[in-house]
């Protein structure tokens, strides 16, 4: 199996307007490669939540939005970097319905659940980096 | 299956010629330069290493070139860059090539005056090198020849830059047509609120806003919220729909969802959101009737 990186551009994270372009750009590039309409609204709304709490929880910071060819099938990568304060408890924020911030603490848990591939690291004081993948559904 | 980096810009021939004319690069100079291709080849590896020892040298260029694999990398994009300086063709090819490369810098985020930085400091290696390499007037020559070509690949970068910017603040200027509310009465009691585009947390408080304020107005008791234009109903939107509902609740008025599309519904399963606190309905003109039925009407067929 080999995966090749066709496009790669990284994009700011730094207002809600950003989380806009982000997940445009995502929505763009799914429809671009073809992806159905339920996988594509899939990754952007995954993308929209990993954005999002880059911006609100992470202060800030970018995201890789990468497109993706392995052996044929077409995908989408969107990595999200942001040298925030990080998660202390990443078990607990990953199982949903736990928010520092009042909200319904369901971005990471349900993100993880749009995609094919979901990554996290984060710790106290290291930042957070997420990276998802959602690749086209083969028929 | 390779996709080339797409360059916001394209500059035909005439473009071209006027350019280059006004460059002043003459086919003189292009000879010169071929006939340097071989001091290029010499110097080639002394100079990229000096060149990426400043780059890594400072913070600001530093950053873009997180690891070793990617210095590899656009090292051998950056040799390939100088020895073009010396192939003594300056065709739309050409062009092409140093747009794209200006894009690729665009693209990783790399602020103009980095870039800049970088020609001036290509220029100051070269002048170095050929005078060490040639007789004071012949050296001038020469490095005159290279400053034009490599002014030449500046201006194509700039031109690259702003194409680029432009084509952001267009992008900036859609998302923000997505921004404004009407809250329709589509009936004595009943409003309507169709929610098209981008809801952020600044618009999601003005819609509240907005349909509370016309709510209490108009002693409403149902609104209809059709989300059919909305692109994304992620957490955020979803949680601002909720909060809607519970302060329309407060003043007794029921909300309707109407206008989700099957992909948006499975979505919103699978983000394990909970909207049952909301009426839905996938269509409008369901969520119409119901919200008659709410104040006590009903659409009949009247007989022909
Ligand atoms: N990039 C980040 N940096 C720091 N903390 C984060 C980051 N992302 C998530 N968290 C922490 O994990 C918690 C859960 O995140 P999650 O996205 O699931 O919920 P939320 O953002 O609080 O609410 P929402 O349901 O609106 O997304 C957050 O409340 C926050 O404490
Ligand atoms: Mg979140």
Redesign the interface.
């Known amino acids: 199996m080999s995966r090749e990186v066709l496009s790669s551009v990284v994009m700011p994270i730094a207002g809600e307007d950003d989380v806009v372009l982000v997940r445009r750009r995502v929505r763009d590039l799914a429809q671009a490669q073809g992806f159905d309409a339920f996988a594509t609204a899939a990754v952007t709304t995954a993308a929209s939540e990993l954005a999002r709490n880059a911006l609100v929880h992470g202060k800030g910071g970018r995201a890789t939005v990468r497109e993706l060819n392995e052996d044929g099938r077409a995908g989408l990568s969107i990595q999200f970097q942001d040298q925030g304060p990080g998660i202390a408890d990443l078990e607990r924020a990953l199982a949903g319905g736990y928010s520092t911030a009042r909200s319904l603490g369901l971005g990471l848990s349900g993100a993880r659940r749009l995609v094919d591939e979901f990554d996290i690291d984060s710790a106290p004081g290291r930042g957070t980096m997420a990276s998802i993948t959602k690749w086209k559904r083969l028929y | ?3 080339e ?1 797409r360059t916001p810009l394209k500059l035909d021939d005439a473009e071209l010629r006027s350019r280059r004319a006004y460059f002043e690069i003459n086919d003189e100079d292009l000879e010169r330069l071929a006939s340097l291709r071989a001091f290029g080849q010499t110097h080639l590896d002394d100079i990229i290493e000096s060149f990426y020892r400043f780059i890594l040298e400072h913070h600001e260029s530093r950053v873009f070139f997180a690891d070793d694999t990617s210095v590899q990398r656009v090292k051998r994009l950056q040799k390939e860059y100088f020895l073009g300086l010396f192939s003594g063709v300056l065709d739309v090819r050409y062009v092409e090539n140093r747009l794209r490369v200006g894009a690729t810098h665009e ?3 790399m602020p103009l005056r980095i870039y800049l930085g970088a020609y001036a400091l290509y220029l100051r290696l070269l002048l170095v090198k050929l005078g060490e390499e040639y007789e004071p007037s012949l050296a001038g020559m020469h490095f005159r020849s290279v400053q034009k070509l490599v002014y030449f690949d500046m201006s194509l970068a700039v031109d690259t830059y702003i194409a680029s910017y432009v084509e952001t603040l267009g ?2 200027q859609a ?1 923000i047509r997505e921004l404004s509310t009407p809250c329709i009465r589509v009936y004595d009691r009943v409003l309507l609120l169709p929610l098209v585009g ?1 809801i ?3 618009r999601a408080q003005q819609i509240m806003e907005t349909v509370l304020v016309r709510v209490a107005d108009e002693q409403a008791r149902v609104v209809i919220v059709d989300i059919a234009g909305v ?6 939107v ?2 601002h729909l909720l909060k809607t509902t519970a302060a329309l609740r407060l003043i007794g008025a029921e909300s309707i969802l109407t206008g989700i ?4 519904a ?2 919103i399963v ?4 909970d909207i049952s606190a909301m009426y839905t309905k996938s269509r409008l003109a369901d969520g119409i009737e119901l919200a008659l039925s709410i104040v006590g009407k009903r659409i009949t067929q009247v007989a022909p």
Do not use: E
């Open positions: 299956m390779n996709r980096t693209r990783i985020g992008r900036h998302a981008t952020d947390t600044q692109p994304v109903v992620d957490t955020k979803a949680d599309s099957p992909h948006v499975r979505t699978q983000l394990g959101v």
